[in-house]
């Protein structure tokens, strides 16, 4: 009997099935939104009559039928609707997400976005509240991304790691090629020097590595897969770790193993920056995996490269590579922005990466462009008193440059002798993006608020602490000003610029109360806080943490080392 009932009912499955997918619209052309209403109105509109008509062919296959066969097929229908809404839900979902253009960056990003997310955690949902409270953020953020982010996505893609990935410069930098902070991180993905150069990311007076979008992008997520590998393939570790450090990762997990509480990511009493560095990550997936449920338009924007990498075979001014190109300087800039000065970086590697539309172009009026007509030239007699260093800073070059092409062996140059020397074809304000024009840029725009301007130059044994107190000044605000960090080296005749309140008097630092602050280097014993070192040498607790960039809330291991400078007459 009840094989003889099965028979019956699949009839009616198979056609309330088939009734549901005839809805399925053919392309999708219509708003998703709306046919989604329409399709599952549908589908319950035919599980409801399906119900029905089994109803009818139980009783007429069982007479009056039996209370407990009557349960049975009816928990069996409901499991079977249940069934089929679920797989008619899934395959709405999929037309949704196949109406999304194919050729569109988002549709293809979004297929890797795949990290858990609770989106109930507060952390998350306060991250998530601020950006849709902050549309303009995305736009401003997702315009900078632009000219990067399809080279990202092949990159994650290729490496097969979370493309949530793709979205960490929103976090780091907000795709701003050229931002500094004030722990010395630069470039995308906020490299500071020593983790930078570990990955071949070095920094020159022509270059910094840490800003080149290929170097820069490939160090990040080789980066972030070794971290993954310290913490047994936990992606979520790595990027705590990625931005506090794995040792400080590894001591919270040690503290909370210790106590036998949970050493996941959510567990773990991390500093402040790294317990929400996770969840901005995380809620942004969330934003540019669904937009318009958070009230976010993102705009369109093709799955195509944005740049082509083009090999110079040499040197070469950036003002006319741009007008070999047929682009904006700005424009070669933000996509080369490592370099620092006029031209590229005399030792190579020797590329331009140029928007894609203009690289054929780009190639063929090099090609026809000797290396030695790709820089102007300056021919320099040597005067009394001048040195190679003397005469770089004149034509904005550095003296290695000098001596290689001059073939001059050692810093000895004669009176009179004659230098061919390499200069800009342009002025330098011409090279807007240069390092010179944005500190220029940026001390322009400087809010003062009735201050006024000094301009300071390094003396040996400045540092940005020392000259912050002898003019009353924030340590932090004078490095901004002068674009860089504190823990930045100065250097003997490098000028800065200082914006002092009106009528304010600079602290006496020269003689005998200068000499008085020394360097000392201390090393951490057990038992150590930073509390307890400022207060035996008479400093702040925030002047350690600048001097040595770390994190106040970073544990103190026994064996670390610190600079402090301190006051010779205060300390014990």
């Known amino acids: 009997m009840k094989n003889r009932l099965s028979l019956i009912l699949v009839p009616f499955l198979l056609a309330g099935t088939l009734a549901g997918c005839q809805f399925l619209p053919a392309g999708n052309n219509t708003s998703p939104s709306a046919d989604a209403a329409e399709l599952l109105d549908s589908e319950q509109q035919v599980i409801s009559a399906g119900d029905d008509q089994l109803r009818t062919a139980v009783n007429r296959g069982t007479g009056n039928g039996t209370t407990e066969l009557d349960q049975s097929i009816d928990a069996d229908l409901k499991a079977q609707a249940r069934n089929a809404r679920a797989q008619l839900e899934h395959g ?3 037309v949704q997400s196949d109406s999304a253009d194919p050729a569109d960056i988002w549709h293809r990003l979004r297929t890797h976005l795949n990290m858990p997310v609770d989106l109930e955690e507060p952390r998350v949902k306060a991250q998530l509240d601020w950006y849709r409270k902050h549309p303009s953020y995305i736009d401003r953020t997702v315009a900078r991304a632009s ?9 994650v893609e290729a490496r097969n790691v979370p493309g949530e990935f793709a979205l960490l410069p929103i976090v780091e930098s907000a795709f701003d090629p050229f ?3 004030h722990g010395r991180a630069a470039g995308l993905w906020q490299f500071i020097p020593s983790t930078g150069r570990v990955f071949d990311l070095n920094q020159n007076w022509w270059k910094d590595g840490r800003r080149d979008v290929l170097d820069s992008t490939a160090a990040a997520l080789s980066y972030l897969e070794r971290l993954s590998g310290q913490f047994d393939g936990d992606w979520v570790l790595a990027l705590a770790s990625y931005n506090s450090g794995a040792g400080t990762v590894r001591k919270a997990i040690r503290y909370n193993r210790t106590r036998n509480q949970p050493t996941d990511y959510w567990h773990l009493d991390l500093p402040r920056e790294t317990s929400e560095y996770v969840p901005k990550l995380l809620a942004l997936a969330e934003i540019f995996r669904n937009p318009e449920a958070h ?7 093709a799955d195509k490269p944005y740049f082509e990498v083009v090999d110079t075979g040499s040197q070469i001014d950036l003002a006319q590579a741009a007008k070999l190109a047929d682009v904006e300087l700005e424009e070669l800039y933000l996509l080369n922005p490592a370099f620092n000065r006029w031209a590229t970086d005399p030792a190579g590697p020797h590329r331009l990466l140029v928007p894609a539309e203009r690289a054929a172009e780009f190639r063929t009026k090099l090609a026809q462009t000797p290396p030695q007509k790709r820089l102007n030239w300056a021919s320099y007699r040597v005067e009394s008193g001048d040195s190679l260093i003397r005469i770089a800073r004149k034509f904005n070059t550095t003296p290695g440059v000098i001596q290689e092409i001059n073939e001059i062996e050692g810093n000895l140059i004669r009176e009179g002798q ?16 240069s390092a010179e024009q944005r500190l220029a840029t940026k001390q322009s725009r400087q809010a003062n608020d009735g201050r006024s301007k000094v301009e300071y130059q390094v003396k040996k044994g400045d540092s940005f602490w020392k000259i912050a107190r002898q003019f009353k000044v924030d340590m932090q605000a004078l490095a ?7 823990g930045d080296p100065l250097f003997p005749g490098q000028k800065l610029v200082i914006w002092k309140k009106a009528g304010q008097n600079s602290v006496a630092m020269s003689g005998n109360r200068g000499d008085m602050i020394r360097k000392v280097g201390y090393r951490v014993r057990s038992g150590d806080s930073l509390y307890l070192i400022a207060s035996r040498y008479n400093v702040q607790v925030n002047d350690i943490v600048s001097w040595n960039e770390i994190n106040p809330k970073q544990y103190l291991q026994p064996g670390d080392q610190l600079t402090l400078f301190v006051d010779i007459r205060r300390s014990p």
């Open 418 to 433: 004659r230098l061919l020397i390499p200069r800009a074809s342009s002025s330098g304000s011409a090279y807007t993006l």
């Open 480 to 486: 901004k000003w002068n674009g860089k960090a504190p």
């Open 147 to 155: 000219r990067y982010l399809h080279h990202i996505v092949d990159e």
């Open 179 to 181: 931002a500094y902070s």
């Open 295 to 301: 009230g976010i338009t993102l705009p369109p924007l």
């Open 92 to 94: 709405l979902l999929q």
